[in-house]
């Protein structure tokens, strides 16, 4: 009995961990049937602001923690630097937002972020939640997850011995074709067998987008010194 009441207890907790509610309500493969699929994690998405991440775990009541990391300023230098441009040195201080890291009992959530210019300050590239799963097979952990996101587009998941994955192209992914390069969720049991692990990574294209952005920004500062007298 304690048994499968640990179970329930886990699975909800998961389902809330990934901003639904316990079945009842309705869920799934409906929002997926135009191969789009809005994924989030613990209220959470790819390419939120500091503050909107901040603001949303405070407002689930997850005790949050800041680790530092660099600011715009810093990474448009550095890459400056790297090209040797006008004596440019490194400036590898923690002077900005790197992580955020959520804890709620035994629940974890960690939320890496690359840095943006003012006033976003810097975005979410990925989200990682973890939690003990007490009495839960790593089946039922897939079934939770499928009532909130859908049926599965790769009855695996990388990294993990046993999960699924789910891309925001929905089908792009199942067959390795496209996948990464749309923002994907994946989850199952940990690699200790020992609990639940849930992550979203960023694609390819948000990636190569803040790259894009980043070299413009670069070329800005470069061509901020002058024209070259040739």
């Excluded at 300050?121 to 939770?144: H, L, W």
């Excluded at 190569?208 to 901020?224: F, H, K, T, Y």
């Amino acid at each position: 009995m304690n048994g499968m009441k640990n179970a329930l207890l886990a699975a909800t907790a998961l389902l809330v961990a990934c901003g639904q509610s316990v079945p009842g309500s309705g869920t799934a493969d409906a929002k997926a049937a135009a191969g789009e699929r809005n994924l989030q994690l613990a209220g959470l998405t790819i390419g939120m602001s500091v503050a909107e991440a901040a603001a949303s775990l405070r407002s689930a009541r997850w005790s949050v923690v800041e680790e530092k990391g660099l600011t715009w300023e810093q990474d448009v230098n550095n890459e400056l630097a790297r090209q040797n441009v006008a004596g440019r040195r490194r400036d590898d201080r923690g002077t900005g937002v790197g992580m955020l890291i959520g804890s709620k009992g035994e629940e974890r959530v960690e939320v890496s972020f690359h840095s943006a210019p003012a006033p976003r300050m810097g975005r979410i590239s990925e989200v990682r939640y973890s939690a003990p799963a007490p009495g839960q097979t790593p089946e039922q952990m897939v079934e939770a997850l499928t009532t909130k996101y859908g049926r599965p587009d790769r009855a695996s998941a990388p990294g993990l011995p046993s999960g699924a994955t789910w891309c925001a192209g929905g089908p792009v992914c199942a067959h390795g074709r496209g996948f990464g390069t749309r923002t994907v969720l994946f989850g199952g049991q940990d690699y200790l067998g020992r609990g639940l692990v849930i992550q979203l990574n960023e694609g390819s294209d948000s990636s190569v987008a803040r790259r894009a952005e980043l070299m413009r920004a670069v070329a800005a500062a470069a061509n901020a010194r002058g024209r070259p007298s040739y």
